[in-house]
């Protein structure tokens, strides 16, 4: 993590210089302020802005036997335990080198948690913010993300985690026999919230007043705890960014049946579980991580996600929304407005082979069969600069992954019961990828609240008022329920039917939108 220290280094050369090593002493131990948990005394560091304790065990690290295992209670230690670094990432590829292969990085003992605090301790119990990392579920880690922006200006305490990848977070296999089979990051996320909720007080935090929120995977994972069992009063408040709940996870059936297929891939085919616990990461890891980006997949595709129709997660987020069977507690849901044009690039532009005019009706074709030529009446190439862009606004419209129109159903279905804040982050990133434009793209918001992978942070004046504003509607909403402040326009309750708040820079940047007319959700939530 980034951190300006308060106190520099001329400050301890001065003790050195004053009072010899016992004053220097005192002066390094001001910088690494000390909080005693559950677990034992942990030493993190200060900065200007904020504290920082990271690599904190929030359970038992699931290797060995306790591969594709619910977690174990986290380890106790005896003295002071540094969280001045990061622990280790989930086993997860990494292709950020350029023209070569991707490796692999992150070990199993992985389960981590990082909190970040005001450098001042706080009079009173601080709003606590648990943050979910996206990645697909295949990458990504809590340490990737530093809060000093959100916690500092905001006012709240901010955790983020690692949580169980891939194969080793998502393996359905039959022979599994406990109720989290399918859902092994789920159950480690749930371990986290446990873990805040026994340890947060001690850092100045209110576990009474928990936002969890996340972006993609991330936000996938808050709508598996709105609707699991074992969720239930870790939380107060819910966040969805990117990750609509208007959509279906896998079902057991098909979880059962990849995970069977991937057993016999792996040479597993006699005392099964024995073996693929005697695989190493490498072997699993790569299992599905070049899937990630296909632009036609439904989230239900996805090679790793969480498994309804189980124990664990009963029933499909919308349903246990629709059915009133969800955590009924204030939400905040939204997206970005050109939420597919990263997957399209990728997959095509990127590659040097952007969609044809040729292509496109193809490719619709086999998303939608028998209704592809409705949706090329609705999205005739005339209306688009190139065929990729057409591609691109036909899937985040239709919303059977990231798009608008999933978002409606289920605020719909949750605004009976709890109030909810729609939103829709409009902010032109001015990104292009070989010149295909890439607008507000998915994950585009992030850098607004959190520093870390997503992209570049708001330099302009214009674009860093606007992380202001959302940074204060996001820890408001964190402290209150409801995200309106004086200063700030006005975010009215979502009705079904009714706006979203459109947030870019700049007058009027701030206002509401009619999402379902912006991305013709009649036409495809009619279908």
Known sequence: MRMRSAFPLCTVVIALLQGGPAQAQAARDIQRPTVHTAQGTLRGAVGSDVRTFSGIPYAAPPTGTRRWRPPGPAPVWTGVRDATKPGSPCPQLNGEAPGEPPKLVGGEDCLFLNVTTPATRPSRSLPVMVWFHGGGFVQG?????????????????????????????????????????????????????????????????????VTIFGESAGGFSVCAHLAARGSRGLFHKAIVQSGPCGNDFVTLPRAQARAQRLAADLGCTTDVLACLRAKPAADLAPIGSDEIFTATARIGDMPWIFTAGTSALPLQPLD??????????????????DEMRPFVAVQFDAQGRPVTAQQYPQITADLFGEDAKAVLDRYPLTRF????????????????????????????????RTPVYEFEFAEDSSQEILGFPLGASHGSDVPYLLDGPAGANPTNPAKQELSRDMIAYWTRFAATGDPNRPGLPRWPAYHSGGTALSLASGPNGIRPVDLAAAHDCAFWNGR
């Open 320 to 337: 246990a929304l629709r059915r009133g069977r969800a955590a009924q507690v204030p939400l905040i849901q939204g997206g970005t407005r």
């Open 385 to 416: 600069r190139t065929p990729s862009l057409a591609l691109a606004t036909v899937l985040g419209d239709w919303g059977r992954k990231l798009g608008a129109c999933s978002q409606l159903p289920a605020a719909d279905a949750a605004a009976r």
């Open 141 to 209: 880690a809590g340490s990737a993300y530093d809060a000093t922006r959100l916690t500092g200006q905001g006012k709240v305490i901010t955790v983020t985690l690692n949580y169980r990848l891939g194969a080793l977070g998502h393996l359905a296999h039959r022979d599994l026999r406990d109720p989290y089979a399918g859902n092994y990051a789920l159950a480690d996320q749930q371990a986290a919230l446990r873990w805040v909720r026994r340890n947060i007080g001690a850092f100045g935090g209110d576990p009474a007043n």
